[in-house]
């Protein structure tokens, strides 16, 4: 496995499911993000992981718990979504947190 | 604060034509430049990146894009385009002292190339 990879590439889940989203970077960086792609609006920064610390959670719903285990490894546990919460969900991992990003193929989550 | 504008959110253009797409930044401190591409059902993949340097940066697949600092654009060019140019096109920056969060992409430029 090379880059970035995400799985599941496809999620159904009911409003009172639990599930989590699983992300790994094989590029050696430091830094780890998710991000929430919705249709027609601008990429949502939702974490950011330096160094397996969090740096940044941007007001997103406690719904959306992350966890980073190791610099490699980034999950987004998710309980009682709704279905606003339907969304491409992208991971992505950078050497720093000032350089660029480089993204998984993404998550499709539907919530029905 | 930053801010990223791309002014197009849907470019068509015919195969082999010239293509522009516009990115305007507003910053007061220093800033990186970047330009993503998205593929149908994929993740942003990078396209070109301005750090420092010449203004004129060259990408992947024939792109480049000039850093114009007192208009403060970052567009992206090519010549002469493909079908399998069809995507989304995102523009990015972030200040040079980002600490984490300050990431800020713009809208989207949904490039179509008609056969």
């Known amino acids: 496995e090379t880059g970035v990879t995400q799985t599941p590439r496809h999620l159904v889940m009911g409003m009172t499911n639990k599930k989590s989203l699983k992300c790994e970077q094989h590029?050696?960086?430091?830094?780890m993000y998710w991000y929430k792609q919705s249709a027609k609006k601008p990429l949502e920064l939702m974490f950011v992981?330096?160094?397996?610390?969090?740096?940044e959670n941007n007001s997103v719903p406690s719904r959306f718990s992350p966890e980073c285990p190791n610099s490699s490894h980034l999950f987004l546990h998710l309980h009682t979504l709704q279905p606003e919460d339907s969304a491409l969900y992208l991971c992505?991992?950078?050497?720093?947190?000032?350089?660029?990003?480089?993204f998984g193929p993404g998550t499709r989550l539907l919530v029905l | 604060a930053q801010s990223v504008t791309q002014l197009d959110s849907q470019v068509p253009v015919f195969e082999e034509a010239p293509v522009e797409l516009r990115c305007n930044y507003s910053s007061s401190v220093s800033v990186y430049l970047f330009w993503y591409v998205q593929y149908p059902n994929q993740g942003l993949q990078l396209l070109l990146k301005y750090l420092s340097g010449s203004t004129l940066v060259k990408g992947i697949n024939g792109f480049e894009a000039e850093f114009n600092k007192s208009q403060t654009s970052f567009h992206l060019r090519k010549p002469s385009v493909h079908i399998s140019d069809t995507a989304e096109y995102f523009c990015a920056v972030s200040p040079t002292t980002n600490t984490g969060n300050q990431f800020y992409f713009g809208t989207g430029t949904s490039l179509t190339v008609i056969p």
């Open positions: 992505a991992s950078s050497q720093d947190v000032v350089t660029d990003r480089y």
């Open positions: 992981y330096s160094l397996e610390e969090r740096v």
């Open positions: 590029l050696g960086h430091n830094a």
